[in-house]
């Protein structure tokens, strides 16, 4: 946030939820909720272009996400304030990195159970 003159703040003009409108300086940056989530997170965000590309391109379109997941979510969906907007996107990371984690340990269980149980079924 600027100031006047005369070194008053310049109040905040609240654009989200406006097609086309300017992501504030301090939103700029990286979007890991947008990233891990995908089409979900675009769903609840509002961004139809989102969500087609991480639903039709999979893992190109959750990277298009990631970097261009703040812009969309500002101007797709109205936020009470900026200090709402990065909390709502701070639990998106939370919920995408905690899903990605323990779908990444499910996986790596189920692997380690098939390598010792197939070979040993395969030698009865």
Avoid at 4 to 13: D, K, L, M, Q, S
């Amino acid at each position: 946030m600027g100031t006047t003159p005369v070194g008053e703040p310049i109040p905040f003009e609240n654009t989200s939820g406006t097609p086309g409108a300017i992501l504030p300086e301090e939103l700029k940056g990286l979007n890991w909720g947008a990233f891990f989530l995908g089409w979900i997170w675009a769903i609840a965000n509002k961004s139809i272009i989102g969500f087609l590309l991480c639903f039709f391109l999979s893992g190109i379109g959750n990277i298009i996400c990631l970097f261009t997941g703040n812009e969309w979510a500002w101007q797709n969906r109205r936020f009470a304030s900026i200090e709402e907007f990065k909390a709502v996107q701070k639990a998106w990371t939370i919920w995408g990195l905690a899903i990605f984690v323990i779908s990444f340990v499910v996986v790596a269980i189920i692997g380690i159970i098939a390598a010792i149980f197939i070979p040993a079924m395969m030698h009865r």
